[in-house]
């Protein structure tokens, strides 16, 4: 009977091992949920509607609730950093949102001026306009990754279109930087990994082809402009920062079997990165 007991015993212990062995190897959703909050206007110089306008469109799907409050407010602190700027930090997000507005509507309408002494010169040059909006990209084991994009059109010959990556520890609500992932000593390593990405993308079968589209292959290196998923990292170049402006935004991801080795161990994305390399 007590050998039977203690089977029992033993049963039940090796089953709540494995199971949480499984648990740790599986991708868990995060408790973190969003609301979409939609803002826009339009504003006529002289509040004329035959005078030139400036469009403003916003669209915010922020983080919304959380089972700790405390780190609630410091994830979305972060988040409307990186969505409009440091400026608006400690406003709530909507409240935030609508702080903005009217912020870069009073901008703009400091042109009334210019138009005032300068009629003759005026005209299309003075329609601006700008649009923002956000995508959360990964919500699960503990991170969080979403990118802002934004387009601004302020008279010139074309607009201009940005993304914006950041990735979020939910433990701590801090943001996740290249020095929290990889040692200084291997980005060369990893530089080497994106550009090779990025040639294996285009259909090369080597980097030196990619200046042939007009890459410019020493600007292709690890930045800040990152986010992770179940996948890899994926980083985002925007126009002109590594190619002419009509190859637009170069997006790499580079897959976590490659990046491993390069990765920290006490890195708090490691487990993830190894975890995923397995599968």
Same mark, same amino acid.
């Given at each position: 009977m007590r050998t039977l007991r203690k089977f029992t015993i033993l049963s039940i212990i090796c089953s709540a091992v494995l199971i949480g062995c499984k648990d740790e190897k599986i991708l868990k959703d995060n408790d973190l949920s969003f609301d979409t909050y939609k803002i826009g206007k339009k504003q006529h110089l002289l509040n004329d509607t035959t005078k030139a306008a400036c469009n403003f469109q916003l669209t915010m799907t922020f983080p !919304?609730?959380?089972?700790?409050?405390?780190?609630?407010?410091?994830?979305?602190?972060?988040?409307i950093i990186t969505f409009i700027g440091e400026k608006y930090e400690n406003l709530a997000p909507k409240e935030a949102a609508n702080k903005y507005e009217t912020?870069?509507?009073?901008?703009?309408?400091?042109?009334?001026?210019?138009?005032?002494?300068?009629?003759?010169?005026?005209?299309?040059?003075? =329609?601006?306009?700008?649009?923002?909006?956000?995508?959360?990209?990964? =919500?699960?084991?503990?991170?969080?990754?979403?990118?802002?994009?934004?387009?601004?059109?302020?008279?010139?010959?074309?607009g201009m279109s940005s993304t914006v990556f950041q990735v979020l520890n939910l433990k701590t609500a801090a943001p996740i930087k290249l020095n929290d992932i990889f040692? !200084?000593? =291997?980005? !060369?390593?990893?530089?080497?990994?994106?550009?090779?990405?990025?040639?294996?993308?285009?259909?090369?079968?080597?980097?030196?082809?990619?200046? !042939?589209?007009?890459?410019?292959?020493?600007?292709?290196?690890?930045?800040?402009?990152?986010?992770?998923?179940?996948?890899?990292?994926?980083w985002l170049y925007n126009p002109y920062e590594i190619a002419a402006y009509v190859v637009g935004k170069s997006e790499i991801i580079v897959p976590y079997a490659d990046l491993l080795i390069y990765i920290n161990e006490d890195s708090a994305v490691y487990p993830l990165a190894k975890m995923q390399s397995n599968n």
């Amino acid at each position: 009977m007590r050998t039977l007991r203690k089977f029992t015993i033993l049963s039940i212990i090796c089953s709540a091992v494995l199971i949480g062995c499984k648990d740790e190897k599986i991708l868990k959703d995060n408790d973190l949920s969003f609301d979409t909050y939609k803002i826009g206007k339009k504003q006529h110089l002289l509040n004329d509607t035959t005078k030139a306008a400036c469009n403003f469109q916003l669209t915010m799907t922020f983080p !919304d609730k959380y089972p700790n409050e405390e780190l609630l407010k410091k994830i979305q602190k972060e988040f409307i950093i990186t969505f409009i700027g440091e400026k608006y930090e400690n406003l709530a997000p909507k409240e935030a949102a609508n702080k903005y507005e009217t912020d870069y509507i009073a901008d703009y309408m400091s042109l009334e001026n210019i138009y005032k002494e300068e009629p003759e010169n005026s005209g299309a040059w003075m =329609n601006y306009e700008q649009i923002l909006d956000n995508k959360i990209l990964f =919500n699960k084991n503990d991170f969080l990754s979403y990118g802002v994009n934004l387009y601004t059109f302020t008279g010139g010959a074309h607009g201009m279109s940005s993304t914006v990556f950041q990735v979020l520890n939910l433990k701590t609500a801090a943001p996740i930087k290249l020095n929290d992932i990889f040692e !200084d000593r =291997n980005l !060369d390593k990893v530089g080497e990994l994106i550009r090779m990405s990025l040639a294996q993308k285009l259909g090369y079968n080597a980097i030196s082809k990619l200046e !042939d589209d007009g890459y410019d292959v020493a600007a292709i290196v690890p930045t800040e402009n990152f986010y992770i998923n179940e996948t890899g990292i994926t980083w985002l170049y925007n126009p002109y920062e590594i190619a002419a402006y009509v190859v637009g935004k170069s997006e790499i991801i580079v897959p976590y079997a490659d990046l491993l080795i390069y990765i920290n161990e006490d890195s708090a994305v490691y487990p993830l990165a190894k975890m995923q390399s397995n599968n």
